[in-house]
């Protein structure tokens, strides 16, 4: 049973149902996937990545971005370096395939190289695990693999997330020509994948074409507003990650304001009131009787106190489990609401004035602090980062999204991308490469010319830019007029624990800013209990952790561009100005700590 014939069976299958872009990492026992490749057994985009990790979170970044991956691992330590990507993607409700090539049965726990248990590795993480033991190509392979897409994009009533598709592959792992095949097998029962060229002479056997089974996703029926919110006299919207694209239009049919996320997809509509953090800690949020929240809100613990109060209504729109409530005070979970069809109460209209005229007193506020200052803080180059740039935004999701959360006015009509899922710094840099791939603002690959970049939009929590009002449209793949860039914020810690994906930014020829907010370690910390609790030495040595790099060296290693900005302003100027393929931006910034309390209190 040739294991290529396998192979481009799987790979065709994939192709076949919507998988955009394929990341193969190198290796003996996936070689099978390697040849399915170069013989054309998938259509979309293909390429080569060396770092089992980085792909990962390649992939992860593709995801956000709306495209729809599969990363090809070899066995052993190969598979477990993907674990990072994904918890992200599961907890993220990101849709992602991994396919993990395996030794035979006879091989596990006898001792043999390369080999472990790895079938269910990512155990509760994976909304599927498939264990395919050696194979002909059939349609039970297909069906086998067509569950598993389905699980992986959450079709029919499931979660989108990861799945692992784990393929036991023995030998030969090389492709197989005709004359070897009938030696080996009746020439009855041969099926071959597309594309396997007969040695001169031979006749060719019948091609095997894969016929998979498309599920579609169950769309859940909105509820009436009026019947599960009911009557409100201060009403909030609230969206985290992942937010129904329904919730500028509640907000504007019901009076309630919307607070988002950065990263939530709610900015890309407007709407958006601004400076959520100072609306909620304000003496006006104590009025608030009813939040309406969807999405995942992970960034700020003065809205998890809104959530949490036991005199607010809070109701949990979210068409999936487990929902949103970390407190236990939900008072309602619904898949989907309509907007209210009545006209907005006077009591609610009046409410949204004065919570649009606190957030214009917080941003005054906000504007003296920031000019009585340095300039050369985290908020200041958030501020300086948003009014430079017009393209998709990737925020580390440590201190930087946080920056953009406090101090920017407005991010209306943008996508902004974070990896709030497990809010790890982990493949930041490979994130913001992913998204790069994903809108079409990277060098093209030419094994992939007629490839789209962005087709997937089933998942609601899938924010593309091809399905968003106010964002940029793209045609196959390219963004109409000037191409924008994807300008990537991160701490440096966050770049140095990814610094070998500049690698992939590189080779990929990403239209990518890596603006590197260089605080000298671990700034996070010093905002939470931590920078309270020990003295600066201790803090510096166990949180803060500042690491020697020279990072005009390490950006000419990877071959990446580097421009150094001494201070925001500076930082504006380059990013305005025109440039082609990947450069890292090192731009040094105080931390400031007592701002982020400063700023949270700017309503007060």
Known sequence: MPSVDTARAIL?????????????????????????LESGSFSGHARAVLDERGAGFLAVGLARGGALPAIVVTSGTAVAELTPAVLEASHARLPLIVLSADRPGELRGVGASQTTDQARLFAAHARACVDLEPQEPSPSLVGQVSRAFAAATGAPTGVPGPVQINVAFRDPLTPQSPASRASATPASSSMNGPGDAGLPGDEAPASFVPRPTRVLPARPVPERWEDVVGSATAGLIVAGEGASQRAA????????????????????LGGV??????????????????????????LSRPIHALLARPDVRVIVVDPCAPWVDTSGNATTVVADLQAPEDPVPGRLAGWASRVQALSAKAASR????????????????????????????????????????????????RLVYSNRGQAGIDGTVATAVGVALAHGLARRDEASETATSIPYTETANVVTASSNEGSVDTVDGEWEGAAPRVTAVMGDLTLCHDASSLALAAATGARLDIVLADDSGGGI???????????????DRWFGVAQSVNYEALAAAYGVGFVRATHPRELASILAAPAAGPRLIHAPVERATHLYAALRGAAQ
Request: hydrophobic residues 45%; charged residues 15%; negative net charge.
């Open 249 to 268: 239009h509640w907000s504007r049919a019901s009076g309630f304001p919307l607070l988002a996320e950065p990263a939530s997809g709610a900015w890309a």
């Open 12 to 36: 065709s299958t994939l192709d076949a149902l919507g998988v955009t872009h394929v990341l193969y990492c190198p290796g003996s026992r996936s070689a099978p996937f390697a040849y399915a």
């Open 273 to 298: 009131t601004p400076f959520e953090q100072a609306v909620v800690c304000s003496d006006l949020a104590r009025q608030v009787d009813t939040v309406v929240l969807t999405g995942r809100p992970t």
């Open 525 to 539: 910390f010093a905002t939470l209990e931590h920078g309270r609790a020990t003295t600066p030495e201790a803090y």
């Open 366 to 413: 906000i504007d003296a602090l920031l000019s009585d200052g340095s300039g050369r803080t985290m908020i200041d180059l958030a501020r300086a980062v948003a009014s430079a740039t017009a393209g998709p935004l990737v925020l580390g999701a440590s201190n930087p999204v946080r920056a953009f959360d406090l101090g920017v006015a407005s991010l209306s009509g």
